[in-house]
């Protein structure tokens, strides 16, 4: 008997009598089972290569997936932890295990419907005018995007205010004044980790308001490492890793080419990219099941990529946290954690992490995240507000 069918065998054994609901012990002891294969000495295990081990890991992955189902709306996967998802206490998982967990429950994703919609909150730090204290501003982003003509696609945004980041920044904001709104004079320094405000920022909530998709947007299905990508182009994206892997790295080798930068490291450069194309791929654009599931694989084979451990995110989501670093520029870097549900295989939130100094000498955090409330398939249609155009 095969790996896949001791996995398979296990899997149900497991999860036996608990049919309807997702099994707490049975994800746990199925991790818990990964994590211990890979820690007993190659020449115990039952496999005979590392390439074969792999396989039997992506197995294993594919059994907690099974018992771990995904919760559904309209077709559409809701992005919220599963009950089954968190690992106990003994195990550990390490990032690898996790996105290979992650690959195999995203190949149960649906792979079409009425509109691709993502559902994203925003949230970013940057000190006030006066560099006293760090304000933190919220935003809400819904694409709504649809590939038969008949339908519209949609873009529906909200500001949805500011206010002053921890406890301590509000205690500073009082003894300011407690001001409403900010004026940030355009040449501010801000060493590159946030942009200036081009008018004043307001405490306030703003309006929610929806825009048709037009101009260079129209026909268009996404962005792929900030480059707009067709319908098309979108469903040619490889399903299969090596594929997906040259198609990423092809699309780098012609970027670079045509923008340049002097003095770069083009080799940790494409690797950066790299990633961040498959990061694009698993939270951003309509690319088939297949060709998610292998972004994630391609990134369990990534170095510089580790497991933090079990981590809430900006909306008090409990999921996994991958850590890994950015240089933004040469000497500046950036800590960037992806924090995804293994049982469902959807990323939870992306946030990144720098450091900066008050006027008084404080050093703060500066963060900036996404968080993402849902991605995928709808037959659903948008709830549009009055101010549309």
């Given at each position: 008997?095969?790996?896949?069918?001791?996995?398979?065998?296990?899997?149900?054994?497991?999860?036996?009598?608990?049919?309807?609901?997702?099994?707490?012990?049975?994800?746990?002891?199925?991790?818990?089972?990964?994590?211990?294969?890979?820690?007993?000495?190659?020449?115990?295990?039952?496999?005979?290569?590392?390439?074969?081990?792999?396989?039997?890991?992506?197995?294993?992955?594919?059994?907690?997936?099974?018992?771990?189902?995904?919760?559904?709306?309209?077709?559409?996967?809701?992005?919220?932890?599963?009950?089954?998802?968190?690992?106990?206490?003994?195990?550990?998982?390490?990032?690898?295990?996790?996105?290979?967990?992650?690959?195999?429950?995203?190949?149960?994703?649906?792979?079409?419907?009425?509109?691709?919609?993502?559902?994203?909150?925003?949230?970013?730090?940057?000190?006030?005018?006066?560099?006293?204290?760090?304000?933190?501003?919220?935003?809400?982003?819904?694409?709504?995007?649809?590939?038969?003509?008949?339908?519209?696609?949609?873009?529906?945004?909200?500001?949805?205010?500011?206010?002053?980041?921890?406890?301590?920044?509000?205690?500073?904001?009082?003894?300011?004044?407690?001001?409403?709104?900010?004026?940030?004079?355009?040449?501010?320094?801000?060493?590159?980790?946030?942009?200036?405000?081009?008018?004043?920022?307001?405490?306030?909530?703003?309006?929610?308001?929806?825009?048709?998709?037009?101009?260079?947007?129209?026909?268009?299905?996404?962005?792929?490492?900030?480059?707009?990508?067709?319908?098309?182009?979108?469903?040619?994206?490889?399903?299969?890793?090596?594929?997906?892997?040259?198609?990423?790295?092809?699309?780098?080798?012609?970027?670079?080419?045509?923008?340049?930068?002097?003095?770069?490291?083009?080799?940790?450069?494409?690797?950066?990219?790299?990633?961040?194309?498959?990061?694009?791929?698993?939270?951003?654009?309509?690319?088939?099941?297949?060709?998610?599931?292998?972004?994630?694989?391609?990134?369990?084979?990534?170095?510089?990529?580790?497991?933090?451990?079990?981590?809430?995110?900006?909306?008090?989501?409990?999921?996994?946290?991958?850590?890994?670093?950015?240089?933004?520029?040469?000497?500046?870097?950036?800590?960037?954690?992806?924090?995804?549900?293994?049982?469902?295989?959807?990323?939870?939130?992306?946030?990144?992490?720098?450091?900066?100094?008050?006027?008084?000498?404080?050093?703060?955090?500066?963060?900036?995240?996404?968080?993402?409330q849902a991605i995928g398939w709808t037959g659903e249609r948008p709830e549009l507000p009055a101010r549309r155009n």
């Amino acid at each position: 008997m095969n790996n896949d069918q001791i996995f398979k065998d296990r899997a149900r054994v497991l999860d036996e009598g608990l049919a309807g609901r997702a099994s707490t012990a049975g994800a746990d002891a199925l991790l818990a089972e990964i994590v211990r294969l890979e820690r007993v000495p190659a020449r115990r295990r039952f496999l005979p290569s590392p390439g074969r081990a792999l396989l039997g890991l992506a197995a294993a992955a594919a059994a907690v997936a099974a018992i771990t189902p995904a919760m559904l709306s309209g077709g559409m996967i809701s992005v919220a932890p599963q009950p089954g998802t968190s690992v106990s206490t003994t195990v550990e998982p390490t990032a690898r295990q996790i996105l290979l967990a992650a690959a195999v429950a995203m190949e149960e994703a649906p792979a079409s419907g009425d509109y691709w919609r993502t559902v994203t909150i925003g949230k970013s730090m940057l000190p006030d005018p006066t560099r006293s204290y760090v304000i933190e501003t919220s935003r809400s982003f819904e694409a709504w995007m649809a590939e038969r003509p008949g339908l519209q696609s949609w873009w529906i945004r909200q500001y949805l205010g500011a206010e002053p980041a921890t406890p301590q920044d509000e205690a500073d904001w009082r003894a300011a004044g407690a001001p409403t709104s900010w004026r940030y004079p355009r040449d501010m320094e801000t060493g590159n980790l946030f942009a200036v405000p081009y008018r004043p920022l307001e405490a306030a909530e703003g309006e929610r308001t929806a825009e048709r998709l037009h101009g260079r947007w129209k026909g268009k299905a996404g962005d792929l490492m900030v480059e707009l990508i067709t319908w098309k182009e979108v469903r040619a994206i490889p399903g299969e890793p090596e594929k997906l892997r040259s198609y990423l790295e092809e699309r780098i080798s012609r970027q670079l080419a045509a923008d340049p930068v002097p003095g770069t490291d083009v080799e940790k450069l494409t690797a950066q990219l790299l990633r961040q194309g498959c990061v694009d791929i698993i939270s951003r654009l309509p690319a088939s099941p297949g060709a998610r599931a292998s972004a994630y694989r391609i990134l369990a084979s990534l170095p510089g990529i580790r497991a933090e451990g079990e981590m809430t995110d900006p909306l008090g989501r409990r999921g996994q946290a991958l850590a890994y670093q950015v240089e933004a520029e040469p000497g500046l870097f950036t800590r960037v954690r992806l924090i995804v549900d293994p049982g469902t295989g959807l990323p939870l939130a992306e946030v990144t992490t720098n450091t900066t100094e008050l006027a008084n000498g404080r050093q703060v955090e500066i963060r900036h995240s996404t968080s993402y409330q849902a991605i995928g398939w709808t037959g659903e249609r948008p709830e549009l507000p009055a101010r549309r155009n």
